[in-house]
């Protein structure tokens, strides 16, 4: 069973940049998926961007492809989420998850993920 942990997230303004980064305490990676989510206040939680450990395949939301990029540094046992010209619209609390692999298009759907960490707030301004 994997328990992830969240940070990085803070304010920023408009067209800037954070990196999120999800760690987990002891487990080894193999064999896994993780994704990243996002929740805004009075929205459900939406998918971000997920990568397979083994080979680095990754998906990402069409509202986030070109501007945020998921990797994996496996001498750390941590995936990131390196996000750049940020908008007013992707601020909320940002998740991570792992899923033992599926088939690809399982990999954007929340249900099929576990060991969801506290998540790490993001604000961006206007």
Not at 112 to 119: M, T
Request: with cysteine; aromatic share 12%; charged share 20%.
């Amino acid at each position: 069973h994997v328990q992830m942990a969240e940070s990085g997230g803070g304010l920023v303004q408009t067209g800037g940049s954070l990196r999120l980064s999800c760690a987990d305490s002891g487990r080894t990676f193999s064999s896994y998926v993780f994704g990243w989510f996002r929740q805004a206040p009075g929205k459900e939680r939406e998918f971000v961007a997920a990568i397979t450990w083994s080979g680095g395949s990754t998906i990402y939301a069409d509202s986030v492809k070109g501007r945020f990029t998921i990797s994996r540094d496996s001498a750390k046992n941590t995936v990131y989420l390196q996000m750049n010209s940020l908008k007013p619209e992707d601020t909320g609390a940002y998740y991570c998850a792992a899923q033992g692999v599926k088939p690809r298009h399982m990999w954007s759907d929340a249900k099929w993920y576990d060991g969801w960490g506290q998540g790490t707030q993001v604000t961006v301004s206007s």
